[in-house]
């Protein structure tokens, strides 16, 4: 696979440990804590010898630019836990993969790499037969997240346990999994992220970006489809206070007054 500047996406091997490390190095030094999950040689290189997954990695000549990686749950290696939002439980375990680690450098940022990347990690998921695709994304990376529903992925959880507000986006790779109306729809400040638990707390999937920025939800179609419970929806009290929850205001109640915005 290449790029139309000779920029080539190639699955990253142990011979490229070193550089990887080097890569994410460059990358976190200037990051706020939280963008990306850093992650030791160990874990590394479990995605590279294929026991936890797959990586990818976008290589001009012998210099790495770029990296991303796929965690693939296998039957000694499945995902533990509470299913992802709207993962069903019957597909937690081995049949939901997981977007991770995508990292540019600086100096080659805005060429098209993390869509580049993120279309090979899917046409990867899409080989082995996996159910669903799953990614954490802090709400502060909106760069990362708005890539990632221009690509059809949905917003279906948030979160607050890490610290910081961090999104959960799922793609099905049953195109008709995650049916939604888009007669009912609410628009959602993108880092306002209690009016995105609201929503999703009432049933709505975050589905793409709308002309002023905001996130359009749009309401699931299936009753039988509503969110579970899980960590996804636990706020903890400290991080409410620290971010300082202005007034709650119900969604119920502010849907009456302003139909469409939030
Ligand atoms: C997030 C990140 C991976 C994006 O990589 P990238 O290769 O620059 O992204 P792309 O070039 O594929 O960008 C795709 C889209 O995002 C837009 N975009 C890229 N950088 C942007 C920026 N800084 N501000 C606004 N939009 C931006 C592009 O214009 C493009 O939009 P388009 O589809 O409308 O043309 C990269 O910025 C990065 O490595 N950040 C630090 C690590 C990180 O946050 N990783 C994600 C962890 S969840």
Same mark, same amino acid.
């Given at each position: 696979?290449?790029?139309?500047?000779?920029?080539?996406?190639?699955?990253?091997?142990?011979?490229?440990?070193?550089?990887?490390?080097?890569?994410?190095?460059?990358?976190?030094?200037?990051?706020?804590?939280?963008?990306?999950?850093?992650?030791?040689?160990? %874990?590394?290189?479990?995605? @590279?010898?294929?026991? *936890? +997954?797959?990586? $990818?990695?976008? /290589?001009?000549?012998?210099?790495? #630019? =770029?990296?991303?990686?796929?965690?693939?749950?296998?039957?000694?290696?499945?995902?533990?836990?509470?299913?992802?939002?709207?993962?069903?439980?019957?597909?937690?375990?081995?049949?939901?993969?997981?977007? %991770?680690?995508?990292?540019? @450098?600086?100096?080659? *940022? +805005?060429?098209? $790499?993390?869509? /580049?990347?993120?279309?090979?990690? #899917? =046409?990867?998921?899409?080989?082995?037969?996996?159910?669903?695709?799953?990614?954490?994304?802090?709400?502060?990376?909106?760069?990362?997240?708005?890539?990632?529903?221009?690509?059809?992925?949905?917003?279906?959880?948030?979160?607050?346990? @890490?610290?910081?507000?961090?999104?959960?986006?799922?793609?099905?790779?049953?195109?008709?999994?995650?049916?939604?109306?888009?007669?009912?729809?609410?628009?959602?400040?993108?880092?306002?992220?209690?009016?995105?638990?609201?929503?999703?707390?009432?049933?709505?999937?975050?589905?793409?970006?709308?002309?002023?920025?905001?996130?359009?939800?749009?309401?699931?179609?299936?009753?039988?489809?509503?969110?579970?419970?899980?960590?996804?929806?636990?706020?903890?009290?400290?991080?409410?206070?620290?971010?300082?929850?202005?007034?709650?205001?119900?969604?119920?109640?502010?849907?009456?007054?302003?139909?469409?915005?939030?």
């Amino acid at each position: 696979m290449s790029t139309a500047n000779s920029f080539f996406v190639k699955e990253l091997k142990v011979t490229d440990l070193s550089a990887m490390v080097a890569l994410q190095e460059a990358v976190t030094a200037d990051l706020p804590v939280g963008f990306v999950r850093w992650k030791a040689e160990n %874990e590394f290189r479990a995605y @590279l010898d294929g026991t *936890r +997954g797959i990586a $990818y990695g976008i /290589v001009e000549g012998s210099t790495l #630019l =770029a990296i991303s990686l796929l965690r693939i749950p296998d039957e000694n290696h499945p995902n533990g836990g509470l299913p992802f939002p709207l993962v069903p439980e019957e597909d937690w375990s081995v049949c939901a993969c997981f977007l %991770e680690n995508t990292m540019v @450098l600086p100096a080659v *940022r +805005g060429r098209g $790499y993390h869509r /580049v990347l993120l279309r090979a990690r #899917l =046409a990867h998921a899409a080989s082995l037969k996996m159910k669903w695709i799953c990614a954490g994304v802090p709400l502060q990376n909106s760069v990362s997240w708005a890539n990632l529903l221009a690509r059809g992925m949905a917003i279906t959880g948030i979160r607050f346990d @890490l610290g910081y507000p961090m999104i959960g986006l799922l793609r099905s790779c049953d195109a008709l999994a995650l049916p939604s109306d888009s007669n009912d729809q609410v628009w959602i400040r993108a880092q306002d992220p209690w009016h995105h638990q609201a929503a999703l707390q009432n049933g709505y999937i975050g589905v793409r970006l709308g002309s002023d920025g905001s996130v359009i939800y749009q309401r699931l179609f299936s009753p039988g489809m509503r969110p579970t419970k899980s960590i996804w929806w636990k706020a903890s009290p400290r991080i409410l206070d620290r971010l300082r929850l202005r007034e709650s205001v119900l969604f119920s109640c502010q849907r009456k007054t302003e139909p469409n915005r939030l």
